[in-house]
């Protein structure tokens, strides 16, 4: 029995559920003949399969606490052996607009594909990767341990998106000026999350820097706390441009560089003689005046390249040549 007709939507609890939102899949689900799937286990879903319990198939949830579990005989399933005979998709939740709705569309390419333009009152035809992306919701959840950094969490994100796409390439990955290891973890936490195995090198004097208000680092906190983010850290303590420091990274090539210094020339030749063809090199304080940036412009355009100034933050960008 179909009760959509008297559900008010008004009722519902506007600090929990988007009336806008929920009024949309319900006009949709009490169509004619409409058989459907939602995707998301959430209030929304419940609501839905409250006013139409018999037009429901199935509620797709990728959490595995959620598998198996039914709601008024509606059952929460993740990946099915067959599928069920609906003629529409309603995407119930917002989070999983962007690497699970697509899953549910390739079992189903006959569906019509419901989305409300407005979903828990976000514009749903804005994708926000760094919200809805599985790696950074997982970020998201343990980030309260991350150690102190001074990048904002854009640059933390776009540090990150640098450093996947430089896995494409061969080589280590190395961070020369980490402070107390802030951008370090979330890097040595992306490379645990997609069960990589090269070498995350962080470079800086740490504990031996001169004493001023900004040198707090405590060199066995971060040499833990990363050992225990990624089984494949090593942590370098020394002068960037000292010969026998950069000697511990034996000569391997480098997949992806980040460099929180001003223009160390010994320390950029290294990078630059070891970064693979194509791979990147993030400068990060590439627009500060104490840098200065034309010091980086001068060495990198010596090489055949040039900086890419990026115009939300004084971050430089650098590929190397093929």
Known sequence: MSTGATYTVQQTPSNIVDHEHLAYLLHHLGQEDVRAVVVGFGEYAKHLVNAHPNRIAAIYDPRPMLNGIKFR???????????????????????????????IIDIYPGGRLVVPPRMNYKPSNDINVFEQEAIYKHIKLIEHDAP????????????????????TKPGIILEMGSWQGGSTWYMAKTLAYLGETRKLYAMDLFEDHMMDPTATMCSDEIRVRLNSAYDHFEMIQGLVDDPEKLAQLHDQPICFAHMDLGPQPVALDYIWNHLSPGAPLLLDNYGHLGAPPWAFDRYIESKGSRVIRLPWSEQGLVFKNA
């Open 73 to 103: 005989g509606v059952p929460v399933i993740d990946a099915p052996e067959h599928a069920h005979p609906v003629n529409m998709i309603l995407a119930g939740e917002y989070g999983l607009l962007y690497d699970y709705l697509p899953k």
């Open 148 to 167: 102190t950094s001074m990048m904002q969490k854009e640059k933390i994100n776009f540090l990150l998106e640098l450093l996947r796409f430089g896995l």
